[in-house]
Every structure is written in C-alpha cells, then in structure tokens.
C-alpha cells in the first residue's frame, strides 16, 4: 500500500509538472499495486487521476494536430489527432470504471469520479450535478469539499454556478481557508462581469484579491487583477 501510495504521489507530482507522459506511467504503477490490496476508494482515485491526465494530454494532441495542419504538415496532423482520440477513449473507460468502484459511497471520491463523468459526456451533466449537489450537502467542510463546488459550478446553469461558488465561499470562510476563498470570490465576480453586474463583479473581485493577499497565493491574486 506504501508503494502504491508512493508511486501515486510521484504521478501527482509529473502532472503537476506538465510531465503527463511520466504522470500516466506512474498512475498505471500506482493503480496495479492498489488493486492487489483491493482498496477501491484509492483506486477510484488513481483512476480519476488518470481520466484527467488523459484529458490533458488529449487537449494538447490536439492543439499541436491543429498546429501541425496549419504548417501543412498533415501526416504529424492526423499523428497527434489519431492520438488524441485514443487518450479520449481511453479516459471514457476509464471513467466508467471510477464510477462503478465508487457508486453509492457518497464521499468525495465518488464527487470526483462524477466530476470526471460531467467534463467527459456534458449530456448527462443535469442529472449529474444534482447527485454531486447531494452528496456535498451532506459532507462535512473540508478544503477538498470547497473546490469540489467550484469544479461542480462549471457545470450548471447560471443560477446552479452561483448556488455552487456561493456554498464554496461558505464552506471556505467556515474554515478559515483563504485560498479556497479567494478562488470561489473571484469565480463568483467572473459570473457577475459576465452578466454586466459589474458593482457585484468589481465586489467579489475585490474580496478575492484579498483573499489571495492574505494566503500569500499569488497566482490566485494573478487571476483576479482587473
């Protein structure tokens, strides 16, 4: 177990790095050593792990396809999209599988797991986002729990987004938690700019940057200068 929580940190580490190649082979470690010792709860987190890398790489398997194409390189072109078609595929298998290791359990890695669905088929992101709506409801704060509805907020309507980011704030300023803060805020001014709310924006923006400031998270405070 110590392995294949040694290994799933290193693969935390490469995504982080932007090493997805490196990231996938050591979630593919990490997930072969977890399965021996039939725990699913940290196995349904490698798996999520993995269907986001996937998701990753395809994304810039298609950038540099589109890339390729526009300097007429057409054999590189269809490479890099033949590619990125498989790492979709392969995150849809994988999604499914997270899914079935995780139905019912009603914690945060089944909120992840369900998360991972909603970016991969947006089709069924309505019936989705009230289940993830349910189980965050029901959980107890935590960090983990405040950026669950933020990622969940991209998902809903405009209302949905707001209902989310506004249980985000809660959950952050519950805990003393800053960044979290920071993060739901400035979503939550981005929502109002979008809507030409700009008194409500220029409010939560503020609050946001504040936020950050006192985290000391400057790459949150990057996001939220007007």
């Not at 050591?26 to 709860?41: F, V």
Request: charged share 25%; hydrophobic share 45%; glycine share 4%.
């Amino acid at each position: 177990q110590v392995a294949a929580i040694a290994c799933g940190t290193l693969a935390n580490a490469y995504a982080r790095s932007g090493d997805l190649d490196a990231a996938l082979v050591n979630y593919d470690k990490s997930y072969a050593l977890a399965s021996k010792h039939h725990n699913r709860e940290y196995t349904a987190t490698i798996v999520s792990n993995q269907v986001g890398v996937l998701l990753d790489r395809a994304a810039r398997s298609e950038e540099r396809s589109r890339l390729a194409e526009a300097e007429g390189e057409e054999e590189e072109s269809a490479a890099q999209l033949a590619r990125a078609n498989k790492d979709s595929q392969d995150a849809t298998k994988k999604v499914a599988l997270a899914l079935a290791l995780t139905r019912n359990s009603k914690g945060l890695v089944e909120v992840k797991a369900l998360l991972k669905a909603m970016a991969i088929e947006p089709r069924a992101s309505v019936e989705r986002f009230g289940q993830v709506k349910e189980i965050l409801q029901n959980l107890p704060d935590s960090g983990a729990k405040a950026v669950a509805w933020i990622e969940l907020a991209r998902f809903g309507s405009d209302k949905q987004q707001l209902d989310a980011l506004d249980s985000a704030l809660a959950v952050a300023k519950n805990l003393g938690d800053r960044r979290s803060e920071s993060l739901a805020a400035g979503e939550i001014g981005s929502l109002y700019e979008r809507k030409k709310n700009f008194a409500l924006a220029m409010k939560f923006t503020q609050q946001a940057q504040f936020a950050a400031q006192v985290a000391l998270a400057p790459d949150s405070l990057y996001r939220w200068q007007w």
